[in-house]
């Protein structure tokens, strides 16, 4: 094979990768996504984006270890002491901002 034939071959492998990436709906990246200092995500302001389209992918924060969608947190109900139940909710809502790693 001639040089000239291989480099058609590379020109013509790398035309199809472009073509697929460029036409792909997703991009999967098997490798850590770093960010340099000062750059940022933008979104566009319409329908707006999702991260994690299920409630059982996992998301962490901060170095914290990726967890899966919490569960609700339940409303306060009635009692004899309302303080009581106000500061459960409290704490349960602590523990979620923990647990994301939103709160150290």
Known sequence: MTELELLQRRVEYLENVI????????????RTLQLFDGR???LAGGTGT??????TQKLGFFGETPVSQQSSIADPTGGATIDAEARTSINSILDVLDVFGFTA
């Open 19 to 30: 073509s697929k990436l460029v036409a792909s709906d997703r991009y999967t990246i098997q």
């Open 40 to 42: 940022n995500i933008q």
């Open 50 to 55: 999702k991260i994690g389209t299920e409630t």
